[in-house]
Structure formats: structure tokens, C-alpha cells
């Protein structure tokens, strides 16, 4: 599965999806540093205030040579990193007709299926599947909870796409180091090797 | 295409618009900033404040803060002021004034506008205050030109003694890109010398600053003629004039073969540059998120650009947007935009075929351990008329607490309570409450109350005192005492103001005690005379600041299977915590279940299950 022979076009755009609270600004800020580092060009587009609140957050990532627009347009996503399952179905439009879907199967129930309006869709993986068939489904509270804490479930989806980009391995784990609290890195960096291994 | 170790050696940094706003502050000398948290602007002061030779504050509302800032400027010393689009409804009086006395040093006003209102209530676009103001006005599209126009705009500010707008969108705003960082450049103090008949505002003096602001006008107007903020790229058929973020995604989409104007500089406009340019192409549009602005002025001009008529005025123009609205352009360039894209359906529906069933929305919700989530309970079951106010409690309008019946600006609550009950009678008070945070109250809710004594309402007003400006993200106000600095400061005593302005009856309750709470509320709503309830209880996401206690956390709660019977009962708080689970077999019952991983153990729950199933897990 993996496309780390330079085959990617320029620039990537990889969009990062999930609820408010879950972690995904941490993650577009790792993954934008490691960019950095390996001297791209790199925008990052992220979502605060009200929607941060138990929201849908879309995070957005674009590196290469040169890049305009911070948004990522419809259909144009490289890569969907989904912290949720609704959440990933719901911005699949976003992907690129041979885009890459990596989603946490991990379900949050929003407030419409909490007050019983709206059911959570039980079929979401599959129609994940449907539409992308290489669709990469992981189990990131599990493996992040194995790792120590609940928390990296972010970091988990990292190391996971840390395999579909073409940036360097020990960058990833520089970016962390320099990031992650001291009394947490053991944790993060564990996480982060159970999801590029997941 | 990547660079080489040596070239990194030159790295940029990587930066949100606000955070640029603020280094560029710090690099042309500003000396005082001043500004009220409100998205999408509240980084700026954040990143402000971490500069130790920048003072900043909070200011209590974005009136004051430009009247400080007005008055660090007239003194001498660069300023820059922050708020976001509607805080600029607040400072609109100062503003129009300062317009006409000018500065003695640099002054910036930030606004901050929020097209698609990620966080607003309004979208309104403030180019149109720096016109009516007669302010120039600059728009950033990136990080870089955020950093170097701020620095623009306070040689501008200077050169023609005027306040200058810089006009963010939210995109550019929490957008990162790359910036080239410069050292501070000190900037000597501004002598003082007093000057009535320039800052004293008598309508004698008012008249002969007018003619003054006029002429600031046309020299401004010349100097967007030439200046380097106004630039053509490109060079094809078609042309474009864009502005702000709106450039970055016409880039995006047409590529390099149509002739591109960028505007930097929207107010006032260029327009032998505009003229030429539109003379130089076949066809011309005006690409600009919300109101036709820079369209207007050129179809006074004489010229018949497209621009509303194709784009909308509503929301933000994302690529796709642009791309759908002009197919036939975007064929004829080498842009990999699907041109299929469906601009009213990419915010609403992302489903992935029409027929698929529509995916239950997700909208922002109170969290876990909130404390106002008590508060909208317990209005709710009194169906009392709520008049509602800006702030994280706002969300008590949602499902299923459904507890506001209006929210229209911040510190409207009060005036808008009292307001009902002079047209509807006291009756009608007697189910009618006011509810506005502590620094929601601060910035403009004081006043109103105020009125509610002076003109003998009855208004029972509810102040949520969660400790912080929260919905902003956690800042400091004047009832939390502390400074943006984290340095402790006087801290607003809010019973005593209350007793100050004149109301007798003052209450302070914890939301998590139903019961005394709901008490307290059916005594003061039931009393002929103003009543203040002041709410308290600490946001749990507070922000740890050396000197305040934390907000201590508590286990998860967990629910006992064999005894939860399914009522629902604790559903109707709207936590995001508790969920319903599938029957176990042979039995039709949905029983509840705790998210262990979300639940900050606050126990309102707990308090409201009458088979006693939900338990704290230490017993």
C-alpha cells in the first residue's frame, strides 16, 4: 500500500477530519512541521472557536514545491486522515477520485443521535468501502489505549500516514520530540509506531 | 522538487495569519496593543502579549480597546488594535471620529471578518466601515503579506495621519504559510504636544478637520495608483481583479493563464490602474467574497464587470465555488478543479451519491462537565422565555436543551428582557430571564442592567460566572483576575457591582445544585423588582494560570446495567457523554452507557437519575 517512491504529484493535500476535541490541530501541526522541516512549501488551514465544541473540524494540509490556496477544493484531497467514522464519510467527496482514506473506526455520537432525531448511519464502514474499496480502517482508541493513553489516538492516525507520505521517518520523530511534553513522549512515540505498523 | 540541507538553512516559519499579525506588530516597534477576544481575531493578542516589549491587554470591549489605542497613538507610541468583524459595530464611534482628528503615531485596526460564519452571527463585510469611516483599508492574503502589511499600514497611518484598517477573513486568519521573520525595528517615541483643534472634537474643529480627511482621500487614492500592494500577474484573455484569501483560490483555479489584479490595498481604489487594466483584457471579473465591493466602485466608473451576477454574495468563495461558477474559464486552463462541483451543496450535503440517506449533522454542542449545562436544564423545564447572549452558553438554544429565545449581539440579553417585559407587562417577566456570561456581562450587559434599575424594571438577570471568556478559547477578562500576561489583577467583585447600580436583590448559586438553583429561580422571577442570580461555576477547560486553583477532575461516572431502566431521563441534559446502547437480547429496552473516554465525572447525571444507576466509580 505504501507510495513512498516520489509517484505523488505536487502539491499534496491531505485533509484531516474528526470532532472538536479529538486532537486533529495537534495533528495537521505535526504533519505541517515535518513538511517544514523537509524544506516544502506548506499551508495548513484549521478550524477554531464554535465549531471546536464537540463540532465536525476539517483540518487541511498542503505541501510541495508551491502552494496557493490553503482549502483543499471538492475532489481534490490526496489523502483523507478520518479521526471518526461519520466524520470521514461524510467529507469523502473531498477525496480525489483515486484518493487515499485512512479513517479511525472509532463512532462519536453526535447530539441529533444522542436526543434520538437522527440514527448514527451503521453502515458507514461499508460505504467507506464502497466508494474507496483500499480504504484503510484502524482501530486508533484501541492501539492508542495500548500505548498508554486514549489521548494518541492522533498521533496513532500519524504514524499510519506517515506510511503514505514521502517524508522522512526520523523527521516524523524529530517533529514529535520537539512537540510532545516530556512526561507524554513515550506514550506518543509508541503510538506513533503502532499505527505505521497497524 | 525538494530543496537541499543547505537550503534549509535559510527555513521560514510557519505561522497562522494572527500569529503573523502579531510579530509584524512586534517588528515595526508597536508599543501598545489593545483588543476583546472574538473569532476569528482573539491569536492576535495571544501572540501580542508573548512579546515582552509590546504592552497588551484585554480590553473589557472593543470600544475601549480602540480608545486605548486611539490614545496610545495620540501620545506617540504605534499601536495596533484586534477585534473581530461585529467588535468593529462596538468601536464604529470611536473610529468615525478618529478618522477626522488622524494620529501622531501609527495606528492599525485589525478586523477580523468571518465569511461562512464559522463563529458568528453575522457575516457582515467591514470594508464597508473603512469607506464610510474614509480610512484606507489593506487585505492579506497569506501569512507573509499579513506580517509585512501590518508594517504598510503603520508607515501609511503615519505618512498620512489617518488609523488604518487591515481586513482579515477567517481564512487568512487561521490559515498557516510561511514567513520570513525580521528583527524588532525601535521606534523612537512620538513627541506629545497638545493640539485642541486637532483632538478635541467641538464641532467649530470638526469642520475644519473634515475638508483635511477629504483631501487624505485623493493623495491615498494616488498612492494606490503605484503602490506595491496592487500588483497584475499573468497574462491571458481574461481578467481577474481578486483580493485577500479569494486570490490565493483564483490561483488555485485558473493558474498562471488569465491576467490577475490583486488588490492589497481595497480602499481607497487605484482607478486609472483598474481602468487600464480592464481595458487590457476581453473580459473582466470582480472576484471578491461578500458584498460587491471593489464591483460597486468600478460600476460606478462607467464599467460592466462580472461579478455578483455570477459569483455569490453569500458565504465564502471556495475554490470549488469559484470553479463551478465559471466552468467555461476553468476549461481553458490547465486548473484541476472539478468544474462538476456544486457550490450549494459542498458546505450541506457531502454524501457520496444523491441517493444515499443524508448523514446526521454534528453540531457544536456544550462539553462534557460544562457547567451551564445545568443551567439550560432547569430553564428548560420551567419553559421560562430565555433572552439570550453571546458565548459558549449560546449553545443552550440547541437540542435538547432548547432553552433561548434570542440572541442577537453581545449584552443583549439584558436590554432585550426588559424590553419585553415594558411591551408584554410583568406578567410576562414573571417567566422571563436574562442570561449572559461574566464576560459577556463586562463588555456591555453592565449598562442595560443599569437601565433595568433606572427604569423600574423587574428583570431577573442570570450572569454565568464560568470563570473565563470561553467560547474564545479561554481568556482572561476583568472577573477573573488575571491580565492577558497572567499577571494577577483586581479582580471585579460582580454581587458588588450589582448592589452598586442599584439592585437589592443579589443571589450567587452553583448550577449543579438543582434544587436550591431551581428554588432561587422561581423566588426572584416571582418578586416585583430586579433581581441578579449570579451563576457560579468554573469552565472546565479553564486555563491553568499560576495562582488559580484548578478545576480539580473527577472519575468517570459509570452507569449500572441491572439497574438503568431506560428512561431517558438523563438524556434530556444533551451531554455528549451519554449514549444510548443496542437491547440486550430478548429485551426491547435501550439502556444508557458513559463514554469513560469524555466524561469528566461533573455528576449532573448522577444527580438526575432517579433508579440511582448512574454511580461514580469511587463508590
Known sequence: ?198 | MRMNYEEKATMKVLMTGNEAIARGAWEAGVIVCAAYPGTPSTEIIENAATYKEMYSEWSPNEKVALEVGLGAAIGGGRTLVAMKHVGVNVAADPLFTLSYTGINAGLVLISADDPGMHSSQDEQDNRHYGRAAKIPILEPSDSQECLDFVRVALELSEEYDTPVMLRMTTRVSHSQSLVNLGERREIPLGPYIKNPGKYVMLPGHGRLRHPIVEERLHKLAEYAETSQLNRIEGKGKQGIITNGITYQYVREVFGKDVSLLKLGMTYPLPRGLITDFIQSVDTCYVIEELDPFIEDHIRAWGFSPHGKDVFPAIGELLPETIAACVPHLTQETSAPVSAAADPASSKTNRETSDDAPVLPGRPPVLCPGCPHRAVFYVLNRLKLTVSGDIGCYTLGALAPLNAMDTTICMGASIGAALGMEKARGKDFARNLVAVIGDSTFVHSGITALIDVVYNRGTTTTLILDNSTTGMTGHQENPTTGFTVGGEVTVQIDLPLLAKAVGVKRIVEVDPFDLDHFTEVLKTELAVEEPSVIIVRRPCVLVRPVSGRSKVASQPPVSVDADLCTGCAQCLRIGCPCLVKIEPETGSKIRKVSVDASQCTGCGLCVSLCRPQAIVRKDG
Request: proline residues 5%.
Open chain 1, 1 to 198: 500500500m505504501t507510495m513512498n517512491n516520489g509517484q505523488l504529484p505536487e502539491p499534496q493535500s491531505i485533509l484531516i477530519v474528526g470532532v472538536g476535541g479529538q486532537g486533529t490541530i495537534f495533528a495537521s501541526r505535526i504533519l505541517a512541521g515535518v513538511a517544514v522541516r523537509e524544506a516544502y512549501d506548506v499551508k495548513v488551514s484549521e478550524t477554531h472557536g464554535m465549531a471546536q465544541r464537540g463540532g465536525s473540524v476539517v483540518t487541511q494540509v498542503r505541501f510541495g514545491s508551491e502552494v496557493a490556496s490553503p482549502i483543499i477544493a471538492l475532489g481534490q484531497a490526496d489523502i483523507i486522515l478520518g479521526f471518526e467514522k461519520l466524520e470521514t464519510l461524510r467529507w469523502l467527496p473531498y477525496a480525489k477520485d483515486d484518493g487515499i482514506i485512512l479513517y479511525n473506526t472509532q463512532t462519536i455520537n453526535p447530539m441529533p443521535v444522542i436526543t434520538g432525531a437522527a440514527n448514527y448511519p451503521s453502515d458507514a464502514g461499508s460505504r467507506i468501502q464502497a466508494r474507496f474499496p483500499q480504504a484503510v480502517p484502524v482501530d486508533a482508541l484501541s492501539l492508542a489505549q495500548k500505548c498508554g493513553t486514549a489521548k494518541a489516538v492522533n498521533v496513532v492516525l500519524l504514524g499510519l500516514l506517515s506510511r503514505f507520505l514521502s517524508l522522512d521517518e526520523g523527521v516524523w520523530l524529530d517533529i514529535l520530540r520537539e512537540t510532545v511534553p516530556q512526561r507524554l513522549l513515550e506514550a506518543n512515540l509508541a503510538a506513533f509506531q503502532a499505527g505505521r505498523e497497524a
